[in-house]
């Protein structure tokens, strides 16, 4: 298993300009999320889903988009670049029942910055 | 909101001393999860462990223990015989049972083993 793969590994955008980050698992996880770190913060969740078709808010939701149309994938989009989007962000994925939280398994990590 | 509180933004210790790494947290939740993870160099991160509030028994990995209290809402992470490998940022994160889609992250403790 590839576990949770992340595309790209580094990226570098002007500020307003719109990109995709990609992320796939292949352990037929249900839930998947996204996280962003920023020095002295730790992770902060930005978008998560629950199953195909379903996607909630984090913590820190403004300025990016989520859509989940398969199990596998869960890609992150962001819609006009800032500065304050400059981050290292973190894809994670993981079993979940109704009431059960599991640990979760991250990807590498793509490292933006935002010009 | 929940919260983790990871007071110690950077901990430097000989190899072969011992180390123990802070995690307070806050939750309104009787149901609830705590996990440890780690940050190595290279920058992925790795589930270390994963603890549910009804069980306080403290649990032992090799030279990795972790010392749960709930009278204190504490999970703290002791490392005995530190190595040099053992440098990394920990991460310490909890999750609620009524809302165990969203976890919180606390802020990190960078630790680093001197040789």
């Known amino acids: 298993n590839a576990g949770v793969t992340q595309t790209p590994k580094f990226q570098v955008l002007k500020t307003g300009q719109s990109m995709t980050l990609q992320c796939a698992q292949d352990?037929?996880?249900?839930?998947m999320s996204w996280y962003r770190q920023d020095p002295g913060m730790g992770l902060r969740l930005i978008h998560y889903?629950?199953?195909?078709?379903?996607?909630d808010q984090g913590e820190v939701p403004n300025g990016y988009n989520v859509s989940r149309s398969t199990t596998e994938d869960f890609p992150l989009r962001l819609l006009s670049a800032a500065p304050s989007q400059t981050s290292v962000y973190f894809c994670?994925?993981?079993?979940?029942?109704?009431?059960?939280?599991?640990?979760?398994?991250f990807g590498p990590g793509t490292r933006l910055t935002v010009t | 909101a929940q919260k983790v509180t990871q007071a110690q933004t950077e901990i430097s210790v000989v190899e072969k001393e011992d180390v123990t790494l802070d995690c307070v947290y806050e939750t309104r939740d009787t149901t609830y999860y705590l996990f440890w993870y780690k940050q190595p160099p290279s920058g992925e991160l790795v589930f270390l462990i994963r603890r549910n509030s009804f069980d306080e028994q403290n649990e032992i990995s090799g030279r990795y223990s972790w010392n749960f209290q709930k009278s204190t809402s504490s999970f703290n992470f002791t490392i005995t015989a530190s190595q040099v490998v053992d440098s990394a940022v920990y991460f310490c994160?909890?999750?609620?049972?009524?809302?165990?889609?969203?976890?919180?992250f606390g802020a990190g403790t960078r630790l680093t083993v001197k040789p």
């Open positions: 994160a909890l999750s609620e049972a009524y809302n165990n889609n969203d976890m919180r």
């Open positions: 994670a994925s993981s079993y979940s029942t109704a009431q059960l939280s599991y640990e979760q398994y």
């Open positions: 889903s629950v199953g195909a078709g379903i996607t």
């Open positions: 352990m037929n996880h249900e839930y």
